[in-house]
T-cell receptor, first 114, second 112 residues
Framework: AQSVSQHNHHVILSEAASLELGCNYS??????LFWYVQYPGQHLQLLLK??????LVKGIKGFEAEFIKSKFSFNLRKPSVQWSDTAEYFC????????????FGSGTQLTVLP | DGGITQSPKYLFRKEGQNVTLSCEQN?????MYWYRQDPGQGLRLIYY???????QKGDIAEGYSVSREKKESFPLTVTSAQKNPTAFYLC???????????FGQGTRLTVV
């Protein structure tokens, strides 16, 4: 079945540490890929997206993600996290018939310690 | 301001009652979605609609119903058949094609 997986459920880092959150999908066709962030008490907002072209995409607040087609992965990275990055992060991929079902992973809660 | 409005923000319901959650968008988006968010389970798709008068079941449609009579509106009814309705519900919309989704602020439903 088509799915999106995030294997890290809760990540705890100290400020200035590097971050990498995993996202894998199972879908054989052309994919669009998204990372969303949900800060405490706020609505979901787009962090970055990949449609085509350069597999390394840059988003807001210093985040980036790399699409590796052979590994069906779209991992999110940030070289140096800040306390304000504490949030829940979701990977999303349009799946299903004609890629109409925008499907989310189970999310990763990131806690950054000051 | 363009955006998605969900109302109410908090909703309490007695067991056995149906309740309808509102979602309105003025972004002129074709597609609209309803998700349920539970701790540790991410966002699970309940229903989605690509055009007016058409909608499809998502992964967890049982106990829910929707309608799409207008492009800008996609209300969700949580029926008494939903066994565990207490949750945070999110509505989203996006234009068809290669675009990202935009989300509302959510409705927290509590069954008492």
């Amino acid at each position: 079945a088509q799915s999106v997986s995030q294997h890290n459920h809760h990540v705890i880092l100290s400020e200035a540490a590097s971050l990498e959150l995993g996202c894998n999908y199972s879908y054989g066709g052309t994919v669009n890929l998204f990372w969303y962030v949900q800060y405490p008490g706020q609505h979901l907002q787009l962090l970055l997206k990949y449609f085509s072209g350069d597999p390394l995409v840059k988003g807001i607040k210093g985040f980036e993600a790399e699409f590796i087609k052979s590994k069906f992965s779209f991992n999110l990275r940030k070289p140096s996290v800040q306390w304000s990055d504490t949030a829940e992060y979701f990977c999303a991929v349009p799946l299903g018939r004609s890629a109409r079902q925008l499907t989310f992973g189970s999310g990763t809660q990131l806690t950054v310690l000051p | 301001d363009g955006g998605i409005t969900q109302s109410p923000k908090y909703l309490f319901r007695k067991e056995g009652q149906n309740v309808t959650l509102s979602c309105e968008q003025n972004l002129n988006h074709d597609a609209m979605y309803w998700y349920r968010q539970d701790p540790g389970q991410g966002l699970r798709l309940i229903y989605y609609s690509q055009i007016v008068n058409d909608f499809q079941k998502g992964d967890i449609a049982e106990g829910y119903s929707v309608s799409r009579e207008k492009k800008e509106s996609f209300p969700l009814t949580v029926t008494s058949a939903q066994k565990n309705p207490t949750a945070f519900y999110l509505c989203a919309s996006r234009q068809t094609g290669d675009t990202e989704a935009f989300f509302g602020q959510g409705t927290r439903l509590t069954v008492v």
